[in-house]
């Protein structure tokens, strides 16, 4: 029941992207984000999208693995295209398809519908490949590393980080126990496969007590644990593993320098994303 | 050297101090040897083990290890690093998710430089026989595979004192003896201090010596072999003997002409000198 859930697994291989200092990596992410969102038209999410093809293909993860986390957000996906092709209003009452009401479909709501729609898919994808080119800890270690600077504002850097890793050290474990306390309920009868939602909900309190019960049960063992192994917090505290910036990271870098310059050139010289309705009624 | 010294300890969990878990234990543990701590559930074997590496503080008493006294906050720090504790559930006491990460953990706890971090996660996986495994995942591991990388967790610290507080309780009989194989080969080669808290009979015949606690005082403590030969008394504190000596009781009960057996080997050498005589 629990089993397909792909965001935030590392996918092991030996590539490129794998060997980055995954603090670029994070950086990277950031700048592909900002990338989505400076694109203004559909030329220049093509580009994003050839440059994510690029990079998976660099990263040697399948693109089956990639394509499978936006089963995550595919509701959210149709949801915000609903919304967008509904209630979108044009300016322009020429380009008015159908209106019932206060439900108007244009060509500038499909538009913007197909547009927002392929950004949060490009957005999922591109998170995704840093999450499955890159291990947890590598991720976490990355973000404590980037995170340092707070650290001047007593900000609890090396805890935040820990709190990070152990929770995601904690999601296989909790998914067995889930599928474990659900069978367990089922055996005694629990109907979680019919009724409306409300009724589904309901059936899941069951299994989220004793799930919330053993989680802190296994959190106050965990804690025994660390303190046995001498964990004292950050202070007096040394790290293994160590990152380290390399030519990769570089070429890396110049690689979205060279993407965030060239949309910011296609959205000068090709127009806003409505710039083709224009084309298509000529 | 005494590795551990229990004088007159108590312990309540309780605030107003009364129903001790660990009520006036008094004893003492030479280092290097291989003790096996039995009892039935809630006699206070846990208790005991955590009061060692002062996860637990004395209401009443003193515990020493290595001479350091545990309610003495300055030195919990150098106990800990001394006496290393490997608990019951493996899943609990992992935290990265990955091997070698995990095993990291208490050498960057106290402080120690990188390359002998990676030194002590190869020493640490070798005497376990997880080398191989080095950047695997924890929670894809068997049972006895991950509590084997917890226990290599605690060894890169490189205590002197192990205490296994129901490690094996969580495993199947393989994975158990995986991990009595670990222990013994430490006991043996590293002359490392073991403190096996189990309910298992079979595995506390491979210690030197068994203590047996009952509601919070130990009320026997000697070489297995002779706790075993003792089943009348072990019966009063519920507990039961090996399989292999209960059978061997059992035949002498019914008037068979044999010697005290506690292992499955040793029983049926007994049996074939018998039936040679015969």
Redesign the interface.
């Known amino acids: 029941m629990l089993n397909d859930v792909t965001f935030g697994q590392y996918y092991p291989a030996k590539s490129f992207v794998h060997n980055m200092d995954p603090r670029a990596k994070i950086v990277f992410v950031i700048a592909y984000i900002v990338a989505i969102f400076l694109a203004q038209n559909f030329f220049a999410l093509a580009a994003v999208t050839l440059f994510l093809i690029f990079c998976v293909l660099l990263s040697r993860v399948p693109f089956g693995s990639v394509l499978r986390s936006v089963k995550m957000i595919l509701f959210l996906i149709i949801f915000t295209a609903v919304l967008n092709l509904f209630f979108y209003s044009s300016n322009s009452e020429l380009h008015i398809l159908w209106q019932w009401k206060f439900i108007t479909i244009s060509w500038e709501s499909i538009i913007n519908m197909v547009f927002l729609s392929f950004r949060l898919f490009l957005l999922i994808l591109g998170t995704s490949v840093l999450t499955l080119t890159t291990t947890p800890v590598a991720l976490t270690d990355g973000i404590e590393s980037l995170l340092k600077p707070l650290r001047l504002i007593r900000f609890p850097v090396h805890e935040l980080a820990l709190i990070m890793s152990i929770a995601l050290r904690f999601i296989p474990t909790l998914m067995d126990e889930t599928n474990r306390i659900i069978s367990a309920q089922k055996a005694r009868g629990a109907d979680f496969e019919t009724g409306g939602l409300i009724k589904r909900a309901k059936a899941m309190i069951p299994v989220l007590i004793p799930l919330l019960v053993s989680a802190f049960r296994r959190a106050e063992e965990l804690g025994d644990a660390m303190d046995a192994r001498c964990y004292s917090g950050a202070k007096g505290r040394t790290k293994y593993k160590k990152l380290t910036f390399t030519w990769r990271d570089l070429l890396g870098l110049l690689a979205f320098a060279a993407l965030i310059t060239g949309i910011v050139f296609l959205n000068l010289y090709l127009g806003g994303k409505f710039a083709i309705i224009d084309w298509f009624l000529k | 050297m005494e590795a551990v010294r229990f004088e007159n300890v108590k312990y309540s969990y309780r605030e107003d101090g009364k129903e001790y878990a660990v009520n006036g234990v008094t004893l003492s543990i030479e280092e290097g040897q291989f003790v096996a701590v039995l009892g039935r559930n809630g006699s206070g074997k846990s208790t005991l083990a ?1 009061l060692i ?1 002062a ?1 637990l503080i004395p209401s009443a008493g003193s515990v020493k290890v290595l001479g350091m006294d545990t309610s003495d906050s300055k030195k919990t ?1 150098e106990i ?2 001394n006496a ?2 490997v ?3 493996p ?8 091997v ?2 995990d095993v ?11 390359e002998e ?2 030194k002590r ?1 190869d020493f640490a996986l070798n005497a376990v026989g997880m080398q191989a495994f080095r950047t695997a995942t924890p ?1 894809r591991l068997s049972g006895g595979q991950k509590q084997r990388i917890a226990i290599a ?2 060894l890169a ?1 490189k205590p002197r004192i192990m205490i296994l507080d129901e490690s094996t309780a969580m495993l199947d009989p393989k994975g158990r003896r995986e991990v009595m194989d670990v222990i013994k080969k430490l006991n043996r080669e590293e002359k490392m201090t073991v403190i096996l808290i189990t309910h298992f009979m079979e595995e506390a015949l491979e210690a030197d010596r068994a203590i047996v606690m009952h509601r919070g005082e130990v009320v026997m403590d000697a070489a297995p072999e002779e706790i075993f030969s003792r089943s009348d008394e072990l019966e009063m504190y519920n507990l039961t003997l090996p399989r292999a000596a209960a059978i061997c009781k059992r035949l002498q009960n019914a008037g068979l002409p044999i010697k005290n057996a506690f292992n499955a080997e040793e029983l049926a050498e007994e049996l074939c000198e018998l039936l040679q005589k015969a």
Not at chain 2, 104 to 114: C, S, T, V
């Open positions: 955590k590496n996860l720090f800990r690093k290393g504790m608990f019951q559930n899943d609990n006491q992992t935290v990265a998710s990955i070698e990460d990291a953990f208490g050498p960057e706890n106290i402080g120690l430089a990188r971090i990676g996660i929670s967790g605690v610290i």
